[in-house]
């Protein structure tokens, strides 16, 4: 565990020698860039074998965190970098750098036509990916937040991939260079959050290093409102990166990069980074009940609002993004309801299933999503375009992408087995926990967990709908041109992450359940890992009436899809009037986000700087110009004086001394002088 | 390091060497014939050793607590002292460093101003003289002297080398920040005499130190004086509403003199403000601070609105100084020790960065013949290796964690939050921030509009080339100082901590 | 040698030649616009002063008036040359020597 601090350093260095040496090589440097994430991937494997096996430090539940090494020393703060390495860094670290090592892969086939930009693409990847892989292994909030920020450029840089020069034209372009403005912007305001989050934490602990912030001892000697602030600042970046209700409008925006990039950004690395701080921010968030149930509805409502506004969507990839957003919700619902179970009932820890469910969730969810977003890119780059409307009987001729696709729509919608199945059963037991248990904010629990299965029911609607659309019915004009099955190195990532699709639920019952724990020095606090063994596990979930219920759900979902788009004996033109019901139109406005958005950026930000602007060039400048300009005026006057007659000035001198030998003359004969 | 320090012979003057080689480099550039190549070479070279003198100077005192001082006799009567008191402490140290550094910059990437080339290195070289002056000095009169040296030769450079509206906007310049200085020289007139007590007059800072110290300057007198210190220091920072000369000078200065302009001029009013207003006159300062706050959230908040609406790429990023230079202003006006060590970084920092940020602006303008945002378009096609150093400045600017910006903000915010935390009134804060996320909008925006989307059809860009090979070292050697200290801030934090502060103890 | 006592002329006829004429150069400078005349004219002047400087010398006996006179005779002729120097060049630069057509030295 002493070089885990290679895992990043792998292809930050792969960042370095693709960016500047990548055109010297081959394929711009996909070689280097996919090396350096096997090494991480290996280092990865060593590490958490090594954690959880040789080392001793799992059973007894304590995290490996050797002492930092000081960065910035100022006043009495001490911020530090170092890694800390837990369970849930290991589980964290082993699908990130596997699901990467997948797209990397991917990446070879899928970005062949590129030509010399495919440098600055594998390096921005690899530059993704290691800043990914420092914030899981990160020590302290400042380190995290370092590489927070880091991917937030690297989506910025990837999402505008085709800010000039798009394969589809200069609109494309255009709209991509604003895609990657917005999400930038727009995350942004959540860093801005999540800085003063850090600026409470810091001065409240006197350092940010996770040893320090989750000491029981250390935060019983802190005032909770610090905390409380701090959480929910720090809950503010989570708002930000996972795309959380009221800021997830940039993600599907982020469409306009290159679909691997998105497979990245929506299964490996970015939105998962804030996930991942709620999981790690535990031993804080839950010393509030209140933070918890804000968490918990900021991600039922996401959940709720970003499924809806995926039912009508014609964009393949935005479809997937909607998807991602509302699987987001659920993750953080789940964090939240069990946060609010251990807030309530004060530290029984591993009664709550939320931790768990949450984090499983999201692992499931990795898999499956980047199945889903790889074979969308297999469809796009097939077809050349993302329109749902010009596909369709495409199963015909992409055989594997077809099949691997239905699987991962399976494991999303939560059928029988597959990987959603189990943990989205989880989650949605977790959020029933606080009612069950009869909490006193048991009702919103309530209306959370009915948001949650109609949810569920949206989300088995919407991707069979994208599913049958795609791939059957009869070929449309963009469907027509395609020239088969993608390459090898694109379908085989496909075949091995559809294994995964439908198997990586199964991990629950082979220990998976005990390692999504959570652990500091000296193991005093402990989340997850609620220690039930696999049988009981797998028959609690089956003996659940709520399962039924959800499944039952999700089976109709699927069946209304197979009913509308592929038997076409509901025509969906009923429900929505032709495109012109208001529902219908506010769905597709994305319940007018994008234009709030675009109000209050236009307001607040050139509104009041046009009125700036006015200012400074005629109030305060012209005050100034104004002030040179009296005084040069008045020298203007003045100099009129000056004729240059000779005898206009000997005149004046002649009545000066005149007047001179008066004055002179009066003061010696009256004043006595 | 044994063989380092057998080669810094104790006995080397570094300090007069300082202020005497940028001088003697003037006149070489200047007596030179006029061939572009030769006077360039002629500058890189003065400039280098200025630049290795100073590296040796940081070297040599780092064992000594970061200061050192000499002292030559001038004006040494029985009525009057003033004499050439020349000394570095951490923050000065720092400060040339900056100036040695950016002024070998700026001789390497300048060679577009071809004609009068000796003098315009020339004037380059009088102008580091000067501000090397302003950064050594250990004496009101000298600082003085130097201080109004620095402004001529930029006056010069502006007159003689800038834009269209060159005449207006150097004028304006030299007026504005002369009339200030006049304002800050009864302000030193008073602090000497009140010092003097009657006795000799002794400009040193040392004397008029020893007088704050005794309790020589009543409170009455401290906020006076701070007022009229302030307000001269204010207007060369420049604060808002102070601060109409800069961008004018900017837009029309060449790059070399809107690269010296920000990176180093700009910080002689924060450093003086620092240097004198608050080791002198700590219960002024107190006085004060809330007005200095103010100020600095103004110019913050003011700088980073007034960027969105700008169209020229170049003014744009002349009000994003203001902004930035305000947080340096924030920074001191927490008066504690956190908030002037990230006062003093920020300085840095900003030097460094700004000065991609005009090298950038003054490529634009060279290469495509126009600085105009709704002009541009598309760069990054044709200029890719550019559209990298601008991406990268604007977003070093924009405070990006690993870059040495993200450090000083933080930490200038940290001690500001620290502050408010203290009188217990938080809101303030949100202003700040709010001017992180205006910065971010701006320089994505001015990114969006000028080096993506589709390539411009409205200026000719048939003859647009990429950096040539001086810009690409130039801006290439800044950029990798940016990412070094935002990696490791603390080779600047070391430096820093060691500051005698006479205010830490104050306050 | 016998000497005659002689009625001595008032001083005041002096101080009124003097004055008078004084304020005929006066007048002269003022009215005049051809630059000899006014030249003139200022002779004329000092020439008053002159007069009133050695009568005042007569009167109170005191020879240091005639010397100041005799300085002053020196100083105006120097003033002279130079004046009707530049008049003369004046006029071959401007064919003029009226004063009024010389008012490009103004602001």
């Given amino acids: 565990m002493e070089y885990a601090w290679l895992i990043p350093v792998a292809p930050l260095l792969a960042f370095v020698i693709v960016g500047f040496f990548g055109n010297k090589t081959k394929e711009g440097g996909g070689a280097i860039a996919l090396g350096s994430v096997l090494i991480a991937f290996v280092l990865s494997i060593l590490v958490s074998y090594e954690y959880f096996v040789t080392s001793g430090l799992f059973d007894s539940g304590e995290a490996y965190a050797p002492a930092p090494f000081q960065w910035l020393v100022f006043g009495d703060y001490a911020l530090n970098f170092g890694i800390y390495i837990d369970s849930l860094t290991c589980v964290m670290l082993l699908f990130s750098s596997f699901i990467s090592l997948m797209i990397f892969l991917y990446s070879i086939g899928y970005m062949k036509g590129e030509g010399a930009r495919k440098r600055r693409y594998y390096a921005e990847i690899a530059l993704f990916l290691g800043a990914m892989l420092g914030l899981i292994l990160s020590s302290n909030y400042l380190e995290m937040f370092i590489f927070w920020e880091l991917m937030g450029v690297c989506s910025y840089l990837l999402i505008g991939f085709w800010s000039y020069k798009h394969p589809e034209g200069d609109a494309a372009s255009e709209a991509a260079a604003s895609a990657a403005k917005k999400a930038f912007l727009v995350t942004r305001l959540g860093d801005v959050c999540m800085m003063a989050g850090l600026f409470v934490l810091l001065f409240a602990f006197k350092s940010l290093d996770f040893t320090t912030l989750f000491d029981p001892a250390e935060i019983a000697n ?19 990166k996972s795309a959380q209700f009221p800021l997830q409008d940039w993600l599907p925006d982020a469409m306009a990069g290159p679909t691997t990039v998105s497979a990245l950004i929506h299964a490996a690395t970015m939105v998962k980074a804030g996930v991942y701080l709620v999981a790690r921010s535990y031993p804080l968030f839950i010393q509030s009940a209140d933070v918890m149930l804000v968490v918990a509805v900021i991600g039922g409502v996401t959940a709720f609002i970003a499924a809806t506004m995926a039912l009508n969507n014609m964009s393949l990839k935005r479809v997937l993004a909607y998807s991602t957003v509302s699987q987001l919700g659920l993750m953080i619902m789940a964090l939240g309801a069990g946060g609010y179970v251990i807030a309530m009932t004060a530290g029984d ?62 494991s999303i919608a939560g059928f029988p087995f597959f990987s959603g199945f189990w943990s989205k059963d989880l989650v949605f037991e977790s959020v029933m926990n606080p009612y069950a248990s009869g909490l006193p904010a048991g009702d919103i629990f309530l209306f959370l967990f009915a948001l949650a299965l109609i949810t569920a029911f949206m989300t088995a609607f919407y991707m069979f709908r994208m599913w049958y659309m795609t791939f059957k019915g009869k070929p449309k004009e963009a469907a027509e041109h395609c020239h088969g099955e993608s390459p090898k190195t694109m379908t085989v990532p496909l075949i091995i992450l559809s294994l995964f699709a439908v198997g990586s639920g199964f991990l629950l019952f082979v220990g998976l359940n005990d390692i999504i724990t959570f652990s500091v020095i000296g193991g005093e606090f402990m989340v997850g890992g609620n220690g039930k063994t696999a049988e009981y596990l797998f028959w609690h979930v089956l003996e659940n009436k709520w399962t039924y219920v959800s499944l039952a759900l999700s089976l109709s979902g699927i069946f209304l899809a197979y009913l509308m788009y592929s038997r076409r004996i509901i025509n969906p033109a009923r429900f929505n009037m032709g495109g012109r019901s208001g529902l219908y139109r506010f769905l597709t406005a994305r319940y007018y986000f994008p234009q709030l958005y675009d109000q209050i950026s236009l307001k607040l930000g050139y509104g009041v700087a046009k009125g700036v602007d006015y ?24 100099r009129k004086m000056q004729t240059g007659n000779v005898r206009n000035y000997a005149a004046i001198v002649i009545i000066g001394t005149m007047v001179l030998v008066a004055v002179l003359f009066i003061l010696v004969r009256f004043g006595g002088v | 390091m044994d063989f380092l320090s057998s080669l810094s012979i104790p006995s080397l003057p570094i300090l007069p060497l300082l202020l005497i080689l940028p001088i003697l480099g003037a006149v070489f550039c200047f007596l030179i014939k006029n061939d572009r190549r030769h006077t360039r070479h002629m500058a890189i070279l003065f400039s280098g050793v200025t630049l290795a003198l100073s590296l040796l100077l940081l070297y040599d005192i780092s064992s000594r607590g970061y200061v050192e001082s000499e002292s030559y006799a001038w004006i040494n009567t029985a009525y009057l002292q003033m004499n050439l008191d020349i000394g570095v402490d951490g923050m000065s140290m720092l400060m040339v460093l900056l100036t040695a550094l950016l002024v070998l910059m700026v001789a390497i990437f300048s060679d577009t101003e071809s004609e009068r080339s000796n003098s ?48 207006y906007a150097s004028m304006k310049f030299l007026i504005y920040t002369h009339v200030a200085s006049m304002i800050m020289l009864i302000g030193i007139f008073m602090l000497v005499i009140t010092a003097a007590d009657g006795g000799v007059l002794n400009f040193s800072f040392e004397a008029v130190k020893a007088a704050s110290a005794a309790g020589l300057f009543t409170t009455t007198f401290q906020v ?135 090298m950038v602006c003054g490529i634009v303008g060279h290469n495509t013949g126009t600085r105009d945002i709704p002009l541009l378009g598309g760069l990054a096609g044709k200029m890719p290796i550019f559209a990298g150093f601008m991406m990268f400045g604007f977003l070093a600017s924009l405070g990006l964690p690993g870059l040495i910006g993200f450090v000083a903000e933080f930490g200038v915010l940290m001690a500001f939050f620290d502050y408010l935390m203290g009188i217990d009134v938080l809101w303030p804060i949100v202003f700040a921030l709010a001017s992180l996320m205006l910065t971010a909008g701006y320089f994505t925006w001015a990114m969006q509009r000028s080096i993506f989307g589709k390539e411009t059809t409205k200026i000719d860009m048939s003859n647009v080339h990429d950096v040539n090979r001086r810009e690409g070292v130039a801006l290439g050697l800044l950029c990798a100082l940016i990412a070094l200290f935002g990696i490791m801030p603390w080779l600047i934090m070391d430096v820093l901590a060691e500051m005698p502060l006479v205010l830490l103890g104050v306050v | 040698m016998p000497r005659k006592v002689m009625t001595m002329i008032p001083i005041e006829m002096f101080l009124i030649l003097s004055a008078a004429l004084f304020c005929i150069g006066l007048v002269g400078v003022l009215v005049k616009t051809n630059g000899i005349v006014i030249l003139m004219c200022i002779e004329l002047m000092l020439n008053a002063a002159n007069i009133n400087f050695i009568a005042f010398a007569a009167y109170l006996g005191d020879a240091l008036g005639q010397v100041f006179v005799l300085m002053a005779i020196a100083v105006a002729a120097a003033e002279v040359g130079i004046g009707i120097a530049i008049l003369l060049n004046v006029y071959k630069a401007k064919k003029t020597t009226d004063v009024d057509d010389l008012t490009i030295l103004r602001w």
């Fill in chain 1, 615 to 638: 200012v400074d060039k005629n109030l305060i400048d012209g005050t100034v110009d104004g002030i040179s300009n009296a005084i040069s005026g008045s020298s203007d006057t003045m």
């Fill in chain 2, 120 to 167: 315009f290195f020339a004037l380059i070289m009088a102008t580091q003289a000067g501000l090397m002056g302003v950064y050594l000095a250990q004496d009101y009169f000298l600082f003085f002297i130097f201080w109004e040296v620095a402004l001529i030769p930029m006056f010069f450079l502006i007159a003689g080398w800038g834009g269209p509206r060159r005449h």
């Fill in chain 2, 224 to 358: 006076v004086v701070f007022g009229l210190l302030f307000f001269g220091f204010a207007v060369k920072m420049p604060l808002v509403p102070f601060h109409t000369w800069l961008p004018d000078a900017h837009v029309e200065a060449p790059t070399a003199g809107s690269v010296l302009l920000a990176g180093v001029m700009l910080k002689m009013g924060s450093y003086a403000i620092i240097r004198i207003c608050l080791e002198v006159l700590p219960e002024g300062a107190i006085a004060w601070q809330t007005v200095m706050i103010v100020l600095a959230l103004v110019a913050i908040l003011y700088g980073a609105y007034a960027c969105i609406a700008q169209k020229d790429l170049k003014k744009m990023v002349a009000f994003s100084s203001i902004s930035h230079m305000g947080f340096v202003l924030l920074g001191i006006a927490t008066l504690s020790g956190i908030g002037i060590q990230f006062a003093i970084f920020q300085m840095f920092a900003h030097g460094l960065i700004t000065s991609v940020l005009f």
């Fill in chain 1, 349 to 410: 820890y591993h009664a709550s299933l939320g931790y768990t469910a949450g984090v499983f969730h999201m692992m499931n969810h990795a898999f499956f999503k980047a199945l889903l977003f790889m074979c969308a890119g297999s469809v796009i780059h097939a077809v050349a375009s993302e329109d749902l409307r010009q596909m369709g009987g495409l199963s015909r001729k992409m055989r594997i992408t077809s099949a691997t696709m239905f699987i991962g729509a399976l």
């Fill in chain 1, 222 to 240: 802190v005032d909770s409102g610090m905390i409380i602030l701090g959480s929910l600042l720090l809950f503010g970046g989570v708002i930000g």
